[in-house]
Nanobody, 115 residues
Framework: QEQLVQSGGGLVQAGGSLRLSCAASRSIFSFDAMGWFRQVPGEQRVLVASITSSGTTYYADPVNGRFSISRDNSKDTIYLQMNNLKPGDTAVYYC?????????WGQGAQVTVSS
């Protein structure tokens, strides 16, 4: 059973920073892509950022320029560095991995940005 274990998140004031981590139970190069979705109550999960096995990154418009996705191959871990956080970034953040057969999900982490 593949696992993605998240860490990070919490409460921060607007303008602050947080970093999320997502550790995979197998080599991250075995996935076509990994990244982060976020979800607020009553809404669908929305893709925030992703990175492919070749290193191509994607950022949703609302976070472009403020968030940065990266990976540590030796730890089979990806990160989401979130800077200049805004109240609108408040959500549960989920790590995901896609190996073309299925999506795998982390357990989720609450990020709350106070104004």
């Amino acid at each position: 059973q593949e696992q993605l274990v998240q860490s990070g998140g919490g409460l921060v004031q607007a303008g602050g920073s947080l970093r999320l981590s997502c550790a995979a139970s197998r080599s991250i190069f075995s996935f076509d892509a990994m990244g982060w979705f976020r979800q607020v109550p009553g809404e669908q999960r929305v893709l925030v950022a992703s990175i492919t096995s070749s290193g191509t990154t994607y950022y949703a418009d609302p976070v472009n320029g403020r968030f940065s996705i990266s990976r540590d191959n030796s730890k089979d871990t990806i990160y989401l560095q979130m800077n200049n956080l805004k109240p609108g970034d408040t959500a549960v953040y989920y790590c995901y991995a896609d190996d073309s057969w299925r999506y795998y999900w982390g357990q989720g982490a609450q990020v709350t940005v106070s104004s």
